[in-house]
């Protein structure tokens, strides 16, 4: 069924060096191998098939795909690299492709639809067809392109409001009583700032270091919120200057003021989010994924409620942690490359996402039978997944790493300067159309 190419003649100018080699973005070669003839010849029946997927550092349950996909195809043998994440991955990607040394399965989460654009990956559709229906469908909005999906959710999340009430009890506030506005949480995160005297504050804020994107995804619930959507023309372009994001870069100014020192300029995000479990602040936006994080962190008494609305706004939520396998174009083994996208859909693999990760599957079938047995804030946010018709995903840029560039340099000078709010906008907006003008 499948075959091998044997290149009868090469002439070799120089040593291709491979990109992604190593987990730092690959150098564009400036040397090529070129081939003259190839033919295809029927490879031995015991010879093993090696399938490359680029994957990321997901424990135990990734070895169990791994385990599952050579048991049901004993003469394969998959290989994982692990080759960075966000725009270092992205920059991996593009670099392979270059130089024609592509895996034949590679992962991501916030530059799928782009890949797809570009024409670097399959439509999967028909492999998961049997499957779709399924499937989240905000797990894979981010994969679509033209009416055909480019990927499929390994497992993903959403967002919820996390605090610490030992933080909160300490500064005289009800624990049972999780602010439900922004006005509220403003007015919370100042007094319980104002209690601890340098000991805790009441917000842990994100700010722009580390991937481009983090900081964004929490920030972006709050902008769904107050319908300041930073993006037009189906989300694939810059709207910086929306006047309805104004209010929202207001807001986040202010909570900024109430975070720990040192939060918002720090790229180790594990730093950012500890900061609650260890006592040293009292709310932040957290990932599905933080209950059992803060557990694991000796939080005694973290709990879980719907993120604050803004007054005039309405509740809103963005698919975070989304980890999304696709086909290369340029795959050797696609329809082995199909079988694996199939395998990560799967009911029985999908069953086994929470047990073996501690985070939440991309399947309605999944969700439905972890969720009696789940704690009362992982149920929390399964609801939000499965009852959400609306969920979101980040923007899909034409060129995303200028264009999120110059949206962290926007959102650097809302939370560390004085400047005015509506000129920063409008000076972004003004560098982010130039980038189509080059």
């Not at 439509?123 to 229906?133: F, M, Q, W, Y």
């Not at 506030?173 to 922004?182: A, E």
């Not at 700032?193 to 270091?209: I, N």
């Not at 730093?271 to 962190?297: C, M, N, R």
Request: charged share 20%; aromatic share 10%.
């Amino acid at each position: 069924m499948f075959k091998n190419l044997n290149v009868v003649s090469l002439l070799i100018v120089v040593t291709l060096y491979l990109a992604g080699c190593s987990t730092t973005p690959a150098v564009t070669p400036t040397k090529v191998v070129e081939a003259t003839k190839v033919v295809e010849t029927q490879p031995d029946s015991n010879e093993s098939i090696e399938l490359v997927v680029w994957t990321g550092k997901f424990g135990d349950y990734l070895k169990e795909q791994k385990e599952q996909f050579e048991k049901e195809h004993p003469n394969v043998k998959v290989r994982f690299d692990d080759m960075g994440w966000d725009q270092e991955l992205y920059q991996n990607v593009l670099n392979a492709v270059k130089i024609g040394t592509v895996p034949d399965v590679i992962v991501g989460e916030s530059y799928v639809q782009q890949l797809a654009t570009a024409g670097h990956l399959l439509p999967v559709d028909e492999a998961i067809a049997s499957l779709k229906a399924d499937m989240i469908p905000g797990t894979y909005k981010g994969a679509e392109y033209e009416g055909k999906i480019y990927g499929v959710s390994n497992f993903t999340g959403v967002f919820g409001l996390e605090r610490n009430c030992k933080v909160i009890t300490e500064a005289g506030l009800d624990c049972n009583k999780p602010p439900q506005t922004w006005d509220e949480l403003l007015a919370q995160a100042k007094t319980i700032t104002e209690k601890g005297q340098g000991k805790f504050y009441g917000y842990s804020l994100q700010g722009t270091k580390g991937f481009p994107t983090a900081g964004v995804f929490r920030m972006s619930v709050y902008f769904n919120q107050a319908d300041g959507v930073i993006c037009q023309n189906n989300c694939t372009e810059p709207y910086f200057n929306n006047p309805k994001t104004l209010p929202v870069l207001e807001f986040l100014r202010q909570l900024n003021q109430y975070t720990p020192p040192g939060l918002t300029t720090t790229a180790d995000e594990g730093q950012v989010y500890t900061a609650l479990f260890e006592g040293k602040s009292a709310y932040q936006i957290a990932g599905s994924w933080h209950p059992d994080w803060a557990k694991k962190a000796g939080c005694q008494d973290c709990r879980y409620s719907a993120i604050p609305i803004p007054s005039g706004g309405h509740a809103a939520n963005i698919i975070v942690g989304n980890v999304i396998y696709s086909v290369m174009k340029q795959s050797k083994q696609p329809d082995l490359a199909m079988e694996w996208i199939k395998l990560v859909a799967r009911p029985d693999m999908q069953d086994l996402v929470f047990p073996m990760s501690g985070r939440l599957p991309s399947t309605r079938s999944a969700l439905t039978k972890l969720r009696p047995t789940a704690d009362a804030a992982t149920q929390a946010f399964i609801d939000e997944l499965l009852n959400n018709p609306a969920l979101t995903v980040l923007p899909q840029w034409q060129e995303p790493p200028k264009t999120w560039k110059i949206y962290n340099e926007l959102l650097d000078k809302v939370l560390n300067s004085d400047q005015p709010i509506q000129k920063l906008m409008d000076d972004a907006q003004t560098a982010a159309e130039s980038l189509g003008k080059k």
